[in-house]
């Protein structure tokens, strides 16, 4: 496991994540800590994250997100070489939607 984002400062931020208990929690914490185009980042990257791990193709996320192929291949490199962060969310929402 990559240890590169290990650091006591983080903790707090990570921990803070951990606490939200509901979307309405969660989505007032971001738009206090996130400018909007930091939040449409993110939200760009899972969603490209989604359509790799669902096996779409380039050509197709680009035109339905409008990120760039730089974008992409970048999301594409941690769903390869990560640590497995995007799959435990996306199994996680997978379990919860199909219970």
């Given at each position: 496991m990559?240890?590169k ?13 951990l606490?939200?208990?509901t979307?309405?929690?969660?989505k007032?914490f ?6 909007i ?12 994250a989604?359509?790799?791990h669902?096996?779409c193709?380039?050509s ?6 409008g ?5 992409i ?9 990560g ?10 929402l997978?379990k919860?939607?199909?219970?």
């Amino acid at each position: 496991m990559s240890n590169k984002f290990d650091d006591k400062s983080l903790d707090l931020l990570y921990n803070a994540v951990l606490n939200l208990n509901t979307y309405e929690d969660c989505k007032s914490f971001f738009e206090d800590l996130c400018t909007i185009p930091e939040i449409k980042a993110m939200s760009q990257r899972l969603t490209v994250a989604k359509m790799l791990h669902d096996k779409c193709v380039y050509s197709e996320i680009v035109a339905q997100t409008g990120a760039s192929t730089a974008t992409i291949s970048r999301v594409n490199r941690s769903l390869l070489y990560g640590n497995n962060g995007y799959e435990k969310v996306f199994d996680k929402l997978n379990k919860k939607n199909a219970g």
